[in-house]
């Protein structure tokens, strides 16, 4: 099976940082990657899916990239509603497996 | 709006079953694919087991194989996780999950969970 590695683990940055995630598959994965954000105790929001298209609502200070093994979730510019945990999840077969997230912090 | 309600989680011991119950509202629900995610205490999100819109098709985490069963029943709105032989180590809240209308593994509508507790 195809497995998903997430780096950092955790960040904290300012507000208005430019913030950069990572995802990686073990195997190619061509673009069958979608982000989600999971702030604490709520449920995770679908943030990007096919590792670019924003999901309708999602603000745009938020992006994806990539394809194949290697994606990054970026967020232009940090704001205080952004503290989560930030998963990646890959969609072109079954298992569909997360990463182990990234948590987002505040400095 | 999407509204998932979970239902039949609890404490059970290992080796028993449960099945775990989320009727939907507010969608056509017999025209999306539906998921169970699992998340342990303080851990990650892990993805259990997906259904297609008419049930002819079920995929699952290679760690349920062989002892959970995702099954849908359309004309009652309600989606289904048979869990057996259950073991510690799936103790989680599990989550009923509604895929998308373009991507159907791009989960877009979450219920709020149901605990299961696996301990002797």
């Known amino acids: 099976d195809i497995q998903m590695t997430q780096s950092p683990s955790s960040l904290s940055a300012s507000v208005g940082d430019r913030v950069t995630i990572t995802c990686r598959a073990s195997?190619?994965?061509?673009?069958?990657l979608v982000w989600y954000q999971q702030k604490r105790g709520k449920v995770p929001k679908l943030l990007i899916y096919?590792?670019?298209t924003l999901q309708s609502g999602v603000p745009s200070r938020f992006s994806g990239s990539g394809s194949g093994t290697d994606f990054t979730l970026t967020i232009s510019s940090l704001q205080p509603e952004d503290v989560a945990t930030y998963y990646c999840?890959?969609?072109?077969?079954?298992?569909?497996?997360f990463g182990p997230g990234t948590k987002v912090d505040i400095k | 709006e999407v509204q998932l309600m979970e239902s039949g989680g609890g404490l059970v011991q290992p080796g028993e079953s449960l099945r775990l119950s989320c009727a939907a509202s507010?969608?056509?629900?017999?025209?999306?694919?539906m998921h169970w995610v699992r998340q342990a205490a303080g851990k990650g999100l892990v993805w259990v087991s997906r259904?297609?819109?008419?049930?002819?098709?079920?995929s699952y985490a290679d760690s349920v194989k062989g002892r959970f069963t995702i099954s849908r029943d359309n004309a009652k709105n309600t989606l289904y996780l048979q869990m057996n032989s259950l073991r510690a180590e799936d103790t989680a809240v599990y989550y009923c999950?509604?895929?998308?209308?373009?991507?159907?593994?791009?989960?877009?509508?979450w219920g709020q969970g149901t605990l299961v507790t696996v301990s002797s």
């Open positions: 096919a590792a670019s």
């Open positions: 999840q890959k969609y072109n077969s079954a298992p569909l497996t």
């Open positions: 259904i297609n819109s008419d049930g002819s098709s079920t």
């Open positions: 195997q190619g994965i061509s673009n069958y």
């Open positions: 999950a509604r895929g998308g209308v373009i991507v159907p593994s791009a989960i877009n509508g």
């Open positions: 507010g969608f056509t629900f017999s025209s999306y694919w």
